[in-house]
């Protein structure tokens, strides 16, 4: 996967003869969608999940995995499921986030939702109704704690919670194991 040689050779060469403003404008065109075209290429190779072996994941790729993020589903205290997108990161003290964000009216208005992550839970069991629903499909499902509550997610299959949960508890096995100056 790549420019082969001769490709190379032809880009390089149209810089190098770039004489005026209108084509460096459009050698830059050409390279901002070549770098939209990657990072295409490279979401829809991320959803293979890289390299997954027996219950454990690549380290990086379930890094990855969990700072791109995706969309779950959320039950939310009083028992209602909504779609979230949702997606982990490390804040300026060390601490682990998640971020999630949902549409509203038609994706008129989106609300984002920030909260601290203590404890990844990889044994949270089918909720109530949805072991029914959708026939043969198997869904998993995990937990977030935060400061004041856990936060349940469902999640696509196995190999989907696998990435989630080793990516989280990757990032805070991580934070516990910095020394901040």
Not at 56 to 69: D, K, P, Q, Y
Not at 149 to 156: H, L, M, N, S, V
Request: aromatic share 8%; glycine share 12%.
């Amino acid at each position: 996967m790549g420019a082969d040689q001769d490709q190379i050779l032809t880009v390089v060469d149209s810089a190098i003869n770039a004489r005026t403003s209108g084509d460096i404008m459009t050698l830059t065109a050409g390279a901002a969608t070549a770098l939209r075209g990657a990072a295409t290429l490279r979401a829809t190779l991320q959803k293979g999940y890289g390299s997954v072996q027996g219950n454990s994941v690549e380290t990086s790729t379930a890094l990855n995995f969990v700072f791109v993020g995706g969309e779950l589903l959320k039950r939310t205290r009083k028992g209602a499921l909504h779609w979230k997108q949702v997606s982990f990161y490390r804040n300026s003290n060390g601490q682990v986030v998640a971020k999630m964000k949902s549409k509203h009216m038609g994706g008129a208005f989106t609300k984002k939702k920030k909260c601290v992550i203590l404890e990844v839970y990889c044994d949270i069991p089918a909720w109530p109704g949805r072991e029914r629903e959708g026939g043969n499909e198997r869904r998993d499902y995990f937990g977030i704690k935060t400061i004041d509550r856990i936060i349940e997610f469902q999640c696509r299959g196995k190999g989907d919670k696998l990435m989630w949960t080793q990516g989280i508890q990757h990032m805070l096995n991580s934070r516990a194991t910095m020394t901040w100056c």
